[in-house]
Each structure stands twice: as structure tokens, then as C-alpha cells.
């Protein structure tokens, strides 16, 4: 099993652009996680899909943020227009019901 | 709304020797699940060890053990033999029955010294 497949893993792009992550779950899983990493903040839940219907989005920032997962196997988070405040590092997990969460390795975003 | 402390943000032990890191949490619920999580510089997350709140005995997973006390709300994980290789941030987390998000604490910095 390949794991949680993220890309890009580094992202620099400027203030006002759009960015699109992307997340591959691990075949069979129900769940689908969105995080987001900082060092202010540490690692809190952005979104969350369970059979590609979001559940919990109540951790999205604002209007800006949206997430999407139109099939089992692919989600997209995308930031429009994006801020400096959004650098940090995105990850995406998955997991079989309501059990352990396998994450991916991350991609590590930077608006300047 | 529940919540996960991590007091210790760095630690530091010698490689063979043990070390513990703390966890603490605030719940109402009765059910849930306990994790710690590994990130090295990688920056990869990576599951160490998983407990069941209405599981008694303390899981165990080779050299990682904890000691889940339920009533103070307290989850440590021991480190046993330590390596090189487990110098990483280490999150404990959190998981209500209920939901499938995990919460997370601030994390600790585990060094170890040859």
C-alpha cells in the first residue's frame, strides 16, 4: 500500500493566487482528513469528509478555504485568493471508520 | 469542549536510557480513544501507539508504553532503550467516540544524546 499520497509537498506561491492541495486516501478508507500545521497553532482540523460528505468544516478559516471530494479516492483543498498567514504545512489522513488516522506527508505551503 | 496539554515542550535523555512524556486532557465523554503521534524532521506523522479508553491494561507497543490513568485524565508515554532514531516531536491526541477528528497537544521535542 502506497499510504496517503499529498503533491505537491512544496508549494511557494504569492499573496492573491490560487493554490490547490491534493490528497490520494488509502484504498478502502471511509475517512478523509484535512490539518493544518503551525507553529503558532500547531495541528488543528480544517475539514473532515466520511464517504466523501463533509462532516465537520466548522475548522475552515474562512471563505477562502474550501475543500472538495468529488470520489473515494481524491480530495482537493484550495485557498483563493491566498494570504502570507496561510504558510504553513498541510496534511492529509485518512482512515477505516471511526480507527486509526494514516497520514500523508504533508505539503509544505509558503505565500509570500 | 475537549482539549489535550502537553506541559513538557522540549526533553532530553541519553540513548539506552527511558524517558517519560506527559499527557494530560479534559473530556466529558466516556468514550474515546488516546494516541501519541511521531514527527521527525521529516515532518512525516506517524501513529506509535493507540489506547482505548474502556480498555484497563495499558497498551504496549515494543519499546513505547503507557500508562493510562482515567480518572486523572493523564495518558504518559515511556520510551524504553532509547535510539537515535526517536528524536521527533511527539503529539499526544484525542478522539471522542463520537467524532472522527483527532485534537491534538502542542507536542514535545524529544532529544536524544549518544
Known amino acids: 500500500d502506497a499510504g496517503v499520497i499529498q503533491s505537491p509537498r512544496h508549494e511557494v506561491t504569492e499573496m492573491g493566487q490560487e493554490v490547490t492541495l491534493r490528497c490520494k486516501p488509502i484504498?478502502?478508507?471511509?475517512?478523509l482528513f484535512w490539518y493544518r500545521q503551525t507553529m503558532m497553532r500547531g495541528l488543528e482540523l480544517l475539514i473532515y469528509?466520511?464517504?466523501?460528505?463533509?462532516?465537520?468544516d466548522s475548522g475552515m478559516p474562512e471563505d477562502r478555504f474550501s475543500a472538495k471530494m468529488p470520489n473515494a479516492s481524491f480530495s482537493t483543498l484550495k485557498i483563493q485568493p491566498s494570504e502570507p498567514r496561510d504558510s504553513a504545512v498541510y496534511f492529509c489522513?485518512?482512515?477505516?471508520?471511526?480507527?486509526?488516522?494514516?497520514f500523508g506527508p504533508g505539503t509544505r505551503l509558503t505565500v509570500l | 469542549a475537549q482539549t489535550v496539554t502537553q506541559s513538557q515542550p522540549e526533553m532530553s535523555v541519553q540513548e539506552a536510557e527511558t524517558v517519560t512524556l506527559s499527557c494530560t486532557y479534559d473530556?466529558?465523554?466516556?468514550?474515546?480513544?488516546l494516541f501519541w503521534y511521531k514527527q521527525p524532521p521529516s515532518r512525516q506523522m506517524i501513529l506509535v501507539i493507540r489506547?482505548?479508553?474502556?480498555?484497563?491494561q495499558n497498551a504496549t507497543e515494543n519499546r513505547f508504553s503507557v500508562n493510562f490513568q482515567k480518572a486523572a485524565k493523564s495518558f504518559s508515554l515511556k520510551i524504553s532503550d532509547s535510539q537515535l532514531g526517536d528524536a521527533a516531536m511527539y503529539f499526544c491526541?484525542?478522539?471522542?467516540?463520537?467524532?472522527?477528528?483527532?485534537?491534538f497537544g502542542k507536542g514535545t521535542k524529544l532529544s536524544v544524546k549518544p
Open positions: 489522513a485518512s482512515s477505516l471508520q471511526v480507527s486509526k488516522q494514516f
Open positions: 484504498s478502502g478508507h471511509d475517512y
Open positions: 469528509f466520511n464517504n466523501n460528505v463533509p462532516i465537520d
Open positions: 473530556t466529558s465523554e466516556s468514550d474515546y480513544y
Open positions: 489506547q482505548e479508553a474502556y480498555k484497563q
Open positions: 491526541a484525542y478522539k471522542g467516540g463520537s467524532q472522527g477528528n483527532l485534537i
